[in-house]
């Protein structure tokens, strides 16, 4: 019976640590998780805002067929705007 309690000790110390280590590395991955998704918001709307100003350049001819690509662009964009803040 003596040689149980310290190793209940030990183990109680290194579920600890792991725990602590598991908690650490959760925490930096969940930093770098937010970071990208910040970099790819960031990207979209860009993106955004240069299929905005593209159709000022277009031909007359062209123009209402451009318009509803830049459109479904814009829509497409913002919807992966939304999955990324979820």
Same mark, same amino acid.
């Given at each position: 019976?003596?040689r149980?309690?310290?190793?209940?000790?030990?183990?109680?110390?290194?579920?600890?640590? %792991?725990k602590?280590?598991? =908690?650490?590395?959760l925490? #930096?991955?969940?930093?770098?998780?937010?970071?990208?998704?910040?970099a *790819?918001?960031?990207?979209a709307?860009?993106e955004?805002?240069? %299929?905005?100003r593209?159709? =000022?350049?277009?031909?007359p #001819?062209?123009?209402?067929?451009n318009?509803?690509?830049?459109?479904? *662009?814009?829509?497409?964009?913002?919807?992966?705007?939304?999955?990324?803040?979820?």
């Amino acid at each position: 019976m003596f040689r149980k309690l310290p190793l209940r000790n030990c183990s109680n110390r290194f579920d600890k640590q %792991a725990k602590a280590i598991m =908690k650490m590395q959760l925490e #930096g991955e969940k930093k770098t998780m937010k970071e990208k998704m910040g970099a *790819t918001e960031d990207q979209a709307l860009l993106e955004i805002a240069e %299929a905005e100003r593209k159709p =000022k350049t277009c031909q007359p #001819g062209t123009h209402q067929n451009n318009q509803d690509a830049v459109s479904q *662009t814009i829509n497409m964009l913002k919807q992966d705007c939304v999955k990324c803040r979820q």
